[in-house]
């Protein structure tokens, strides 16, 4: 009998998560959902079609809430997505203390902890992590200062604890999509248009996130000039100031800015 690998998924009650969850279904894997609501974390495994995925309702941002994920992923774990996330958008003067600290919390230190708590399981099964950044994780945006800082720390710790397990059989996936069309978008969309964003679906970043997983690759960004530009930020990083940088005096910019009703997903 061919063995079921087994994943474990953050955030999984909406948005990129569930997608995520979805495409690992179609996959084969056995799902573990973890997050705070439990009737969308049932949601998302009847839209998985997996009536025996495993739904564990917990704030990974605690102690007591990555207890529950890692007592459900038990001894052997083939993949941890690290996908749990929040965002506050705007000028880092209006920015409250609560923010930045749910920011770093959830995005930040949350995987960093459960990655450290779910290292016995994974090494067991050969596993891998996966840990979900963002491109502004790679090119910092006026607006997004607090979200580009953890999303930058995500990446050095995806980096540092690749090195770190060389040798022990666990590989780690840093993925950095672009922005998606999910519940986060009412905290940003009034910026979309006038900052030129470019918008996947969640179902396309799941596609290609569980693409890198499987071909065991170290990144993956999204195809586009998105890919371009962090190639530019890391070799003439002058260059993406001036050109990103604009956009913090563009008046479209700062009408949107200015007018968007604010709120923190």
């Not at 067991?124 to 945006?141: L, M, Q, T, Y």
């Amino acid at each position: 009998m061919t063995k079921q690998n087994t994943v474990v998924i953050t955030g999984a009650g909406s948005g990129i998560g569930r997608a995520l969850a979805v495409e690992a279904a179609r996959r084969g894997y056995r799902l573990i959902l973890a997050g705070r609501r439990l009737a969308a974390l049932e949601e998302t495994a009847r839209l998985a079609g997996h009536a025996d995925a495993v739904c564990v309702a917990a704030d990974v941002t605690t102690p007591e809430g990555r207890a529950r994920i890692a007592a459900a992923a038990q001894d052997r774990l083939d993949v941890l997505i690290n996908n749990a996330g929040t965002l506050s958008v705007g000028r880092i003067t209006g920015m409250a203390d609560a923010a930045l600290e749910r920011m770093v919390a959830t995005n930040l230190t949350a995987p960093m902890a459960l990655t450290r708590d779910l290292l016995p399981a994974l090494e067991a099964a050969g596993g891998r992590v996966v840990n979900i950044g963002s491109v502004f994780g790679d090119i910092a945006f006026p607006f997004f200062a607090g979200y580009s800082a953890t999303k930058f720390g995500l990446r050095g710790f995806s980096d540092a604890i690749r090195r770190e397990l060389s040798g022990s059989g666990v590989g780690v996936t840093y993925v950095a999509p672009r922005a998606a069309r999910t519940e986060a978008e009412s905290e940003f969309g009034a910026l979309v248009e006038p900052m030129a964003m470019t918008l996947d679906s969640a179902d396309t970043v799941a596609r290609q996130a569980w693409e890198a997983i499987e071909k065991g690759r170290r990144e993956s960004y999204p195809k586009g000039k998105e890919r371009f530009f962090v190639k530019i930020q890391r070799l003439l990083p002058g260059l993406v100031d001036k050109s990103v940088g604009a956009q913090a005096r563009d008046p479209r910019v700062l009408a949107a800015l200015d007018t968007r009703p604010g709120g923190t997903i």
